[in-house]
């Protein structure tokens, strides 16, 4: 359900969709299986003879990890794709929990400008102030600029997966914006 919801959301936002098949390391995986299940979301795969460029991964040995970056790469530098760097950061929310240490946690794409701790970021019912920011490593960082998976910590509440985010002015637009 997770994927047909992210897969409906980038069709609704009319972006290129390319696809990390992970998991290919499971002994019961089904690469086959899941390349039929992308085609009846109407996601035809390459090797088939579509349009979609599905990249099989595995998170724990880090298989395909480097074809999947050289793919969006070459995807985005033949659609001309940039971003802005210098507007304010916004994106989607990739997931989120509520941490027992850190509160509400978000796991975001920044997808144009640049995101900065200390700036108000409201996101779906959620709004806060970034307190802290992690890269995909896990190392504090200040700022981060388009095209930069992060994790922040300071909103009130735990946003939805797929919920845009957006920075704001202050903190009491962002609580109006949330409410309404």
Excluded: C
């Amino acid at each position: 359900p997770q994927t047909i919801e992210a897969i409906n959301h980038a069709k609704a936002a009319k972006v290129p969709i390319v696809v990390a098949m992970n998991k290919i390391d499971v002994p019961n995986a089904n690469p086959t299986r899941a390349l039929g299940q992308l085609a009846e979301q109407d996601l035809q795969p390459r090797e088939w003879g579509g349009q979609t460029e599905v990249i099989q991964t595995s998170a724990v040995t880090g298989e395909g990890i480097d074809t999947l970056v050289e793919t969006l790469s070459l995807e985005a530098e033949l659609q001309e794709l940039q971003a802005e760097t210098d507007a304010p950061a916004s994106g989607y929310i990739i997931e989120a929990e509520m941490n027992p240490r850190l509160g509400a946690v978000a796991r975001l794409l920044i997808l144009s400008g640049t995101l900065r701790v200390g700036e108000v970021l409201l996101a779906g019912k959620g709004y806060g102030r970034v307190r802290q920011m992690t890269d995909n490593n896990g190392k504090a960082i200040t700022e981060a600029p388009p095209a930069t998976p992060v994790e922040v910590s300071g909103l009130n509440e735990v946003p939805e997966a797929g919920d845009r985010f957006f920075v704001v002015d202050d903190i009491e637009q962002a609580r109006n914006i949330a409410e309404d």
